[in-house]
């Protein structure tokens, strides 16, 4: 069974950083491409960065770039998203999504992550 296990979100003020990770099992973790997914509230789903399968190449969107980062660590079964430089608009339910940007919308994701960014 495929699990995707998020973890890291919490409260930041604006110009903070976090962290997030998503621990993936029941499937074969180094052969998929993955990505990052948000939604905010009141708003549909929002493509954030995907990552290859070795990790060599990443996108971002537009609205993170330069800010967030996507890796992973195959060894590990983890991927991950570094935040820094926070704003209010990043506020929302981070997921870790099993597949490229092309099928984000219909990719199985985890049960997410809240982040908020607030003074």
């Known amino acids: 069974e495929v699990q995707l296990v998020e973890s890291g979100g919490g409260l930041v003020q604006p110009g903070g950083s976090l962290r997030l990770s998503c621990a993936a099992s029941g499937f074969t973790f180094a052969n998929y491409g993955m990505s990052w997914v948000r939604q905010a509230p009141t708003k549909g789903l929002e493509w954030v960065a995907s990552i290859t399968t070795g990790g060599s190449t990443t996108t971002v969107a537009d609205s993170v770039k330069g800010r967030f980062t996507i890796s992973r660590d195959n060894a590990k079964n983890t991927l991950y998203l570094q935040m820094n430089s926070l704003e209010p608009d990043d506020t929302a339910v981070y997921y870790c999504?099993?597949?490229?940007?092309?099928?984000?919308?219909?990719?199985?994701r985890g049960q997410g992550t809240q982040v908020t960014v607030s003074s």
């Open positions: 999504s099993l597949g490229p940007r092309s099928t984000y919308y219909r990719n199985q």
